[in-house]
Structures are given as structure tokens and as C-alpha cells.
């Protein structure tokens, strides 16, 4: 893709981006000089990063597992980002194939490459809109078509939240989405947090902090806080690797650096 192609599609170059910094960090190959270059200085002050976001992504698959498990048949997957292996759509249509996926993100190349991958398949789709707008993607039309909302949905924000400050109002961005669900639809969050962490996180937000997109770590009641009106399934507020883990987690639970929850609509 030459430049003109990267204008044209709003892929911007000169800043690393939030959505291909953790697709390399996973191992993905949707990424720029400038993301890696930005990746290996955050792992240069935070060499657990890696691990970070891998646990993250093992979360995220055992979450909408569970989404399934419960019966729920919609998800709604709020800044995915890439596609990669053990994407949404993959766990669930492999519990039951009808299973409907609409993935939401604002990066240009994760869309572009997103189409790519989900080709073929008539029950997952892609919607290129900005999340903190819930508006724009509760009522963009292939959101519409994809998901009844008279039925019970799974909205994910896997590592979303944190990168959403105070002064943005998370809790009323949240709020608004859970105003559409039916009752019994869950909600499946996962955020940074500063709970068990080391001076090194704290470099790590300063280096986010000058790429343009910083980072809002918060506490287990912080996120309580931001989803008022779900009720907060068992294990509650965990560290990612705590969260119904199909193994007991091999490292320390704080070393994900991240906690996670799922609740539901009553």
C-alpha cells in the first residue's frame, strides 16, 4: 500500500496506534514501523507488555465462551481491533454456527483487514464508526440488520475503557449501550489498572501519554463504578487470569496487569 492508498483509507503513519501496537504485541502482522518501534519502547520499560496482552486476548476468548454458554447468540465487540486467531466470531460459531458478531472499531487498516477475514461468513460483520459515539454504532445500519436487541447481546470492550479518561464520562458511554440490551445481556470488560503494579507501569502511561493515546488505569472499584446497573458475575473484579481461568494461572495473577469482569443485565 503506497502512501496515497494510506491517505486515502485515514491510516495516519506518523503516530503508532493503539489497535496495531497490541496486534504486534500479540504477534499479528497488521502493523507499522512506527507501531513496533513505539511496542519496543513500552517493552523496554515494561517487559511483562507482551505478556500483558496475551493474557488479555486468552480472557477475551474465555469471556464470550461463557457469553455462549449462557445461551446468548449476539455479540457486540466495542474497538476490536485486529483480526487475529481465536477472534469472537471464531469461539462462538463453534458452539453454534448462527451465532451473530458485529465487530466496531475506528482504525481504518483493522476494518480493511477485518472484511478480509470475515468474507464468506453471512453472521459476523464489521462496522467502522467510533465507539465513544454509541449512537453511531447502535444505529449504523449494519448494526441494524446484524443484531435484535429485544434479545439478549454480549457487548464486549476487551482493553477499551483505559484508554477513555474521567472527563470523557465512561460510565455515561457505558450506560448508554446498556440503555438498548435486553435483560440477561452481559457486558465483558477488561481494563489496565495500577492494583499490584510496579514503578515500570507508570512509564510505560508516560511513553501512552506522549503517543497521543493515553492511558486511565483504574481499581477494581473504579470499574465497579463504571458499570452501575449490571449486576457483576462470579469471580467479580478479578486480574484477567483469575477470571474463570480453564487452568490454574501459572504466574502471579497481578503480573497481567489488567483486571476484567463480567456482568449482567437484570
Same mark, same amino acid.
Given at each position: 500500500?503506497?502512501?496515497?492508498?494510506?491517505?486515502?483509507?485515514?491510516?495516519?503513519?506518523?503516530?503508532?496506534?493503539?489497535?496495531?501496537?497490541?496486534?504486534?504485541?500479540?504477534?499479528?502482522?497488521?502493523?507499522?514501523?512506527?507501531?513496533?518501534?513505539?511496542?519496543?519502547?513500552?517493552?523496554?520499560?515494561?517487559?511483562?507488555?507482551?505478556?500483558?496482552?496475551?493474557?488479555?486476548?486468552?480472557?477475551?476468548?474465555?469471556?464470550?465462551?461463557? *457469553?455462549? $454458554?449462557?445461551?446468548?447468540?449476539?455479540? @457486540?465487540?466495542?474497538? #476490536? &481491533?485486529? +483480526?487475529?486467531?481465536?477472534?469472537?466470531?471464531?469461539?462462538?460459531?463453534?458452539?453454534?454456527?448462527?451465532?451473530?458478531?458485529?465487530?466496531?472499531?475506528?482504525?481504518?487498516?483493522?476494518?480493511?483487514?477485518?472484511?478480509?477475514?470475515?468474507?464468506?461468513?453471512?453472521?459476523?460483520?464489521?462496522?467502522?464508526?467510533?465507539?465513544?459515539?454509541?449512537?453511531?454504532?447502535?444505529?449504523?445500519?449494519?448494526?441494524?440488520?446484524?443484531?435484535?436487541?429485544?434479545?439478549?447481546?454480549?457487548?464486549?470492550?476487551?482493553?477499551?475503557?483505559?484508554?477513555?479518561?474521567?472527563?470523557?464520562?465512561?460510565?455515561?458511554?457505558?450506560?448508554?449501550?446498556?440503555?438498548?440490551?435486553?435483560?440477561?445481556?452481559?457486558?465483558?470488560?477488561?481494563?489496565?489498572?495500577?492494583?499490584?503494579? *510496579?514503578? $515500570?507501569?507508570?512509564?510505560?502511561?508516560? @511513553?501512552?501519554?506522549? #503517543? &497521543?493515546? +493515553?492511558?486511565?488505569?483504574?481499581?477494581?472499584?473504579?470499574?465497579?463504578?463504571?458499570?452501575?446497573?449490571?449486576?457483576?458475575?462470579?469471580?467479580?473484579?478479578?486480574?484477567?487470569?483469575?477470571?474463570?481461568?480453564?487452568?490454574?494461572?501459572?504466574?502471579?495473577?497481578?503480573?497481567?496487569?489488567?483486571?476484567?469482569?463480567?456482568?449482567?443485565?437484570?
Amino acid at each position: 500500500m503506497n502512501d496515497d492508498e494510506h491517505a486515502k483509507r485515514g491510516i495516519d503513519l506518523e503516530r503508532p496506534n493503539a489497535a496495531r501496537v497490541y496486534d504486534y504485541m500479540i504477534g499479528g502482522k497488521l502493523n507499522y514501523a512506527v507501531d513496533r518501534m513505539f511496542a519496543e519502547q513500552i517493552l523496554g520499560v515494561l517487559p511483562n507488555a507482551r505478556h500483558m496482552a496475551l493474557v488479555n486476548r486468552a480472557w477475551l476468548r474465555r469471556a464470550v465462551r461463557f *457469553g455462549a $454458554e449462557q445461551g446468548i447468540r449476539q455479540f @457486540l465487540d466495542i474497538g #476490536s &481491533g485486529m +483480526p487475529t486467531v481465536g477472534h469472537v466470531h471464531e469461539v462462538v460459531q463453534t458452539i453454534d454456527p448462527t451465532s451473530r458478531v458485529v465487530y466496531v472499531d475506528n482504525e481504518p487498516i483493522a476494518v480493511a483487514h477485518s472484511e478480509i477475514v470475515l468474507e464468506g461468513n453471512d453472521n459476523a460483520t464489521m462496522v467502522q464508526a467510533d465507539a465513544e459515539y454509541p449512537d453511531e454504532v447502535l444505529e449504523h445500519p449494519t448494526t441494524e440488520a446484524m443484531l435484535d436487541f429485544g434479545k439478549p447481546v454480549m457487548v464486549i470492550m476487551a482493553a477499551f475503557v483505559h484508554f477513555i479518561p474521567d472527563s470523557r464520562d465512561p460510565a455515561g458511554l457505558i450506560g448508554r449501550y446498556r440503555e438498548v440490551l435486553a435483560p440477561g445481556s452481559h457486558l465483558a470488560l477488561s481494563s489496565g489498572t495500577w492494583q499490584g503494579q *510496579g514503578d $515500570e507501569t507508570q512509564r510505560s502511561v508516560s @511513553l501512552y501519554e506522549k #503517543s &497521543g493515546t +493515553p492511558l486511565t488505569l483504574r481499581s477494581p472499584d473504579e470499574l465497579t463504578a463504571l458499570v452501575k446497573g449490571f449486576e457483576i458475575l462470579p469471580p467479580g473484579v478479578v486480574f484477567t487470569p483469575e477470571w474463570r481461568p480453564d487452568e490454574p494461572p501459572e504466574d502471579p495473577p497481578a503480573r497481567s496487569g489488567g483486571l476484567a469482569l463480567v456482568a449482567r443485565k437484570v
